[in-house]
């Protein structure tokens, strides 16, 4: 009994910051983009803080940055993204593109982490009454942590899972990198990068 008093009590902490995150799409083209810079004929807009809960919590604790881009190119002539048309920071040096797997990995929420709630396992309710002597007496014990415990687990690995894949593909869909935008054309992505700050960007076409 005062075994699993004492997982109950320690899982506490866990439980009240630990639920698995649904995910809420970026969707780029519904953005409303205020930072943005021309050169040559393309314009580019941006926009920072795409991302909340548990994938927010990640992207700060890595020092990456998922960032929405909104690029036209009102030039006569088609520019591949990444190729001809090149980002940098304010400060001049150049932004390196993440690959979209690398991001993914470690931005994602990880299911097995889920698995701790199967420590609650071991609780069970206990009811009593106090007999004709006036002493307090059990009279049975229900396991509900057989029920709890699993049930927590699979459910937030559920939630994680699904959110990790809604994630993948918005990641997939709106890779930009590599990209032909056609002349007179408007593209939408996300790009990543390794930073901690929030600095501005740069267009650059070659």
């Known amino acids: 009994m005062k075994l699993t008093k004492i997982i109950f009590l320690l899982s506490i902490p866990f439980l009240l910051n630990s639920c698995a995150s649904r995910y809420k799409s970026i969707q780029p ?8 810079n021309t050169l040559n004929g393309v314009t580019l807009e941006y926009k920072y803080d795409l991302l909340d809960k548990k994938y927010a919590k990640k992207e700060t604790k ?11 190119n009102n030039t006569e002539k088609d520019l591949v993204f990444g190729k001809d048309i090149r980002l940098n920071f304010e400060n001049g040096n150049e932004l390196y593109l993440l690959e979209n ?3 993914f990995k470690s931005l994602k929420q990880s299911p097995t982490s889920y698995l701790f709630y199967l420590l609650l396992s071991p609780i069970q309710f206990f009811t009593t009454k106090t007999n004709s002597y006036g002493m307090t007496e059990q009279t049975s014990s229900t396991p509900i942590g057989l029920i709890i415990g699993p049930g927590l687990a699979l459910g937030h690995m559920i939630v994680a899972s699904n959110a990790n894949k809604k994630f993948k593909t918005e990641l997939n869909d709106y890779n930009i990198n590599g990209k032909m935008i056609k002349k007179g054309e408007t593209a939408f992505g996300l790009i990543s990068f390794q930073s901690d700050n929030y600095d501005a960007i740069k267009i650059k076409v070659e």
Do not use: D, F, H
């Open 29 to 36: 083209t519904t953005l409303n983009y205020i930072s943005n």
């Open 62 to 72: 890595k020092g990456i940055r998922l960032v929405a881009v909104k690029v036209k």
């Open 101 to 103: 797997e690398r991001t």
